[in-house]
């Protein structure tokens, strides 16, 4: 048995965690959930979007699924994302990118894994006005974490038999820090000459995944780099429903989708679960439930290529209820 924190999350999160919890049910799978509420439900209920509790019991189980928690844009509250990698030293953010059989896409054949650094860059939100009309967002690049997550990326490839990480930067213009996060990333790989090691500057790096994605293999960014990288790779696969992702620290694991709360189809029954549901395998995958995980994994694939039952971002009509109800019968088969 397995004790898990659930965090469903706001906009299409509740709908899609709901999914996932159906199909472990399908496949059998003993675990009990401690779920709480963070960002603006909790907010509103316990005047804090990020609640010690919840904070305690990821630290206690050492393992999260987490639903997507809208940020707002401009209206001083920071992202609840964002504090609780930081607050769990959640410093590497993986998403590993593949086609999915049944699924089609612009390509075939990509087989990538981002590997973003998790805590600092622009997303310490250290900004201020500096006089009225100007302003100052602080990107903040250390040794220290620029090193951990290359050690990261070249520790997951040689795990996982990678031939090359590839280190995204903008050293050209912001010679001090992305100069550093390179410099970082060279001394680590001269650590680990069995991987080979590359760089590319993210504009050209942009162009050449456009064109060429299945040239990369595991592609090593800064965090905001990394953000938006990872959105334009989801689109090369079938877009963001089908994108899994999971921030790991060295002490706890959250596993969580790429997409965001999509509001424009939230409470609709129409959200592909298939992102968090990936997620979700990674999750078991890490707690050593690979069984389990290889047949959830079988009875996606058997729904996504029979075809006739899909998710409207993947050119069908299903519901979201009705694509979980078919993965749950494929599940059900399999048992
Ligand atoms: P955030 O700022 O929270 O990361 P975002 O701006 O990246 O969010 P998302 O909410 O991730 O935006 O999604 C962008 C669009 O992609 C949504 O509006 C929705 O139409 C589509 N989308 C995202 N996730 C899914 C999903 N699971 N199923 C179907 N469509 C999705």
Known sequence: ?????????????????AAVLRIFKAAGLDIEWERYEAGLIAFERYKRSLPVELLDSIRRNK??????????IAEGITSVNVGLRKALELYANLRPVRNLAGVESRFTGVDL?????????????????????????????????????AEFAFAYAKAHGRARVTAI??????????????????????????????????????????MAPETFDVLLLPNLYGDIVS????????????VPGANLGGDCAVFEAVHGSAPDIANKNLANPTALLLSALM?????????????????????LVA???????????????????AVCRAVEGSG
Do not use: W
Request: aromatic letters at 2%; one cysteine or more; hydrophobic letters at 40%.
């Open 307 to 325: 075809g006739a039952i899909r998710t409207r971002d993947l050119g069908g009509t299903a519901s979201t209820t009705e694509f979980t109800d």
């Open 63 to 72: 393992v999260a699924l987490k639903g997507p928690l809208t940020t707002p």
């Open 113 to 149: 894994i981002i590997v973003r650094e998790n805590t600092e860059d622009l997303y310490s939100g250290l900004e201020h006005e500096v006089v009225p009309g100007v302003v100052e967002s602080l990107k903040i690049i250390t040794e220290r974490a620029s090193t951990r997550i």
């Open 231 to 242: 959105d334009l790779c989801a689109g090369l696969v079938g877009g963001l429903g089908v």
């Open 1 to 17: 048995m397995h004790t898990i924190t659930l965090i469903p999350g706001d906009g299409i999160g509740p709908e899609v965690t």
């Open 169 to 210: 930067h903008k050293a050209n213009i912001m010679k001090l820090g992305d100069g550093l996060f390179l410099e970082s990333a060279r001394k680590v790989s001269r650590e680990h000459t069995d991987v080979s090691y590359d760089e590319r500057i993210v504009d050209a790096l942009c162009m050449q995944l456009v």
């Open 283 to 303: 999750m078991l995958d890490h707690l050593g439930e690979r069984e389990a995980a290889a047949r959830i994994r079988a009875a996606l694939d058997e729904v």
